[in-house]
């Protein structure tokens, strides 16, 4: 989705600045997550599967190393940087988690004048599965924006994509998530 045009009726002015539309493609954040552990693998298998037991690939390295993945790998959903990340976010920012502008703020740029948010939807690829010993590099990039009438006025679609690569510059997942404001 990469529709900067305004699709509202002629009337409405856009809500996407000149500015806004420059910020397309750059960079929001990166972070890089401490060398995967087999413990923190098992440990996330363990507590997403629970009360079942996991798949034996998750954590059992003899059963794992018979399979087709040739050892124990983590699990789709797992996330490296769910404690702490050996390097934070480096896009200084003064935007606060819930702020329906906090994507422009980011970018240093001119928010355009919205309250409201809610979340329009995700969706996810994967790539390679993380490993143990692996270091995961995530940059998360302004996308797109589109705009379209709704009851409450036009609405601003706003697509941002988290691309997560290993060591080897190998995919393991890329996810674009869908911010609707108004």
């Known amino acids: 989705?990469?529709?900067t045009t305004n699709t509202a009726d002629a009337d409405v002015p856009t809500r996407v600045s000149d500015e806004m539309r420059t910020a397309i493609g750059r960079t929001l954040s990166r972070r890089v997550s401490f060398p995967v552990s087999e413990s923190d693998i098992r440990r996330w298998a363990l507590a997403v599967h629970y009360p079942e037991t996991p798949p034996e690939r998750f954590i059992d390295a003899e059963a794992a190393a018979k399979s087709r993945y040739?050892?124990?790998t983590a699990p789709e959903?797992?996330?490296?940087?769910?404690?702490?990340?050996?390097?934070?976010p480096t896009a200084p920012t003064d935007a606060e988690e819930n702020d329906p502008n906090s994507v422009e703020r980011t970018l240093?740029?001119?928010?355009?004048?919205?309250?409201?948010?809610?979340?329009?939807?995700m969706e996810v690829d994967y790539g390679v599965p993380?490993?143990?010993g692996d270091v995961i590099t995530s940059e998360?990039?302004?996308v797109s924006y589109a705009e379209r009438p709704g009851r409450l006025?036009?609405?601003?679609?706003t697509v941002t994509e988290d691309t997560w690569t290993n060591q080897h510059g190998e995919l393991v997942k890329r996810s674009r998530m869908t911010l609707i404001r108004y």
């Open 77 to 88: 959903d797992f996330n490296p940087f769910a404690w702490l990340a050996a390097e934070q």
């Open 130 to 132: 993380m490993r143990p």
């Open 140 to 142: 998360n990039r302004l």
């Open 153 to 157: 006025g036009l609405m601003l679609f």
């Open 108 to 121: 240093g740029v001119t928010p355009p004048p919205l309250k409201f948010q809610l979340n329009g939807g």
């Open 1 to 3: 989705m990469t529709d």
């Open 70 to 72: 040739g050892g124990i």
